[in-house]
């Protein structure tokens, strides 16, 4: 790790001493540890880049979300800080894709079963459920 990079990051937590890292976990994340002296604090590499550039700790409520979804590449370009309210609903959408709408009058659908919301709607496509 660049001794300027360092720095930066130890100003941040100025009850660090040391920066060890970043390591690669099993998972293939990478992190870095803060030592205190007696204690140790691991923070993700991800994160503590981006306080790094932005010279400020993130706040509680704040997250870094990798753009791509790809959690080995550690770009600046591929991260973002985010809430961790519109970071989990991100994850969500990916993971499930969003909530379909029906095909006939645009409301979303409470499962993914068909592709209209009701009979009613089913009815005016001629009962055609897959048109």
């Known amino acids: 790790m660049k001794s300027k990079f360092k720095r930066r990051l130890l100003h941040l937590y100025p009850d660090c001493t040391n920066v060890y890292g970043p390591y690669k976990r099993k998972d293939g994340r990478k992190h870095v540890v803060l030592y205190t002296g007696t204690k140790t ?4 590499w ?6 790094v550039k932005l010279k400020r700790k993130l706040a ?6 990798h753009k791509d979804e790809d959690y080995t590449n550690n770009k600046y370009a591929n991260l973002e800080v985010l809430s ?5 609903r991100k994850n969500l959408d990916h993971r499930f894709g ?3 709408k029906c095909k006939r009058c645009g409301v979303k ?3 993914r079963r068909g592709i ?3 009979n009613s709607c089913r009815g005016k496509h001629h009962g055609n459920q897959y048109m």
């Open 41 to 44: 604090k691991t923070l993700s």
């Open 46 to 51: 991800p994160k503590a880049k981006m306080e």
């Open 60 to 65: 509680p409520h704040e997250t870094v979300d």
């Open 84 to 88: 961790r309210k519109a970071n989990i």
């Open 98 to 100: 969003k909530k379909p």
């Open 109 to 111: 659908l409470r499962s």
């Open 116 to 118: 209209f919301c009701s």
